[in-house]
């Protein structure tokens, strides 16, 4: 059973019912014995850091699921869900995340050289990946393949962890492995049939 995290940030639902299109069982919850008791773990997430690192404060579960991930569950972290990994984000101040990942969430527009600031920001659509390694959350997934951002920040980390990336003006990290530690900057549940191989192959770990 995959346990996905509910602590009141992100369309949990859209998530749940594409596992289960792919025949697999999952559960929205925020209880510790169920989480427990799942084979696998996705944490979602959208909004603002700050808020969300809060809300799962708030739950109890901030301390739960970081000795869930370095117990050796599979745990996947999508959108926002994959910048809690990191230590640090940088968004509308500076807060801790979970350190699951080592490296720090900034804001894309920084980054970009000046004859691109003009992109639209934050980055809505899809977007071609870049695997920049073999993953078993890619088992099932091409080079090129588009998935579907939303985002105004990124995830800055050395490539020993980067899986995927993506060209918007920069190179943005798409995807992150930090041994049975995942994260997708990109909604897999978003991104057509592409999304439902990589959450396919995730139950397969």
């Given at each position: ?116 600031k003009s992109l639209n920001i934050p980055q809505i659509g899809w977007n071609a990946l870049h695997l920049e390694k073999e993953s078993p959350l890619f088992k099932y997934t091409d080079e090129g393949d588009c ?13 020993a962890y980067l899986s995927a990336s993506a060209e918007y003006g920069i190179t943005v990290t798409a995807a992150v492995e930090n041994g049975n530690v995942f994260g997708t900057q990109f909604h897999p549940e ?16």
């Open positions: 059973m995959i346990a996905i995290i509910d602590y009141g940030v992100g369309n949990l639902f859209s998530l749940k019912s594409s596992l289960e299109f792919l025949g697999l069982e999952a559960t929205v919850t925020n209880e510790k014995e169920m989480i427990n008791n799942a084979s696998h773990i996705i944490l979602p997430g959208v909004g603002a850091f700050g808020d969300a690192k809060e809300k799962l404060d708030k739950t109890g579960l901030r301390s739960f699921l970081i000795e869930q991930a370095k117990g050796g569950k599979p745990f996947l972290g999508i959108c926002l869900g994959m910048q809690l990994l990191f230590e640090k984000s940088y968004e509308y101040g500076v807060h801790d995340g979970l350190s699951l990942v080592p490296g720090s969430v900034v804001p894309i527009l920084d980054d970009l050289p000046e004859e691109k998935v579907y951002f939303v985002h105004s920040y990124y995830a800055k980390t050395e490539k978003k991104s057509g049939e592409a999304g439902l191989r990589m959450l396919k192959a995730f139950s397969e770990i």
